[in-house]
């Protein structure tokens, strides 16, 4: 299977950044989508930004112009950089991604990180 190991997060003051990173491994042919996804206490999680293999990005309105999402094919791996943030922005932060798992077979599997803590002070 895929294992998503994330890092980065942490403690930041409101207006400081952060950057998220995560790695897949394991046994998979390739990947389709990968992006981050966040959870705040007693909210429901909701997507952050999510970019496709061809590098299109797509962006949660409240990431727009603050957050940037990149990645590496050929390093299965995927960034975050969140500039400005806000003391809403905290939450857990969860690496997902999309995985092709057979060559020339357009099905695919859905994987999670285990997570990582994002605090904003104000």
């Known amino acids: 299977q895929v294992q998503l190991v994330e890092s980065g997060g942490g403690l930041a003051q409101a207006g400081g950044s952060l950057s998220l990173s995560c790695a897949a491994s394991?046994?998979?042919?390739?990947?389709?989508?990968m992006g981050w996804y966040r959870q705040a206490p007693g909210e429901q999680r909701e997507l952050v930004a999510v970019?496709?293999?061809?590098?299109?990005?797509t962006y949660a309105d409240f990431a727009k112009g603050r957050f940037t999402i990149s990645r590496d094919n050929a390093r299965n791996a995927v960034w975050l950089q969140m500039n400005s943030l806000k003391p809403e922005d905290t939450g857990v932060y969860y690496c997902t991604a999309e995985a092709f798992i057979w060559p020339r077979q357009p099905v695919t599997q859905g994987f999670w990180g285990q997570g990582t803590q994002v605090t904003v002070s104000s």
């Open positions: 394991g046994s998979f042919f390739s990947m389709k989508n």
């Open positions: 970019i496709n293999n061809s590098d299109s990005p």
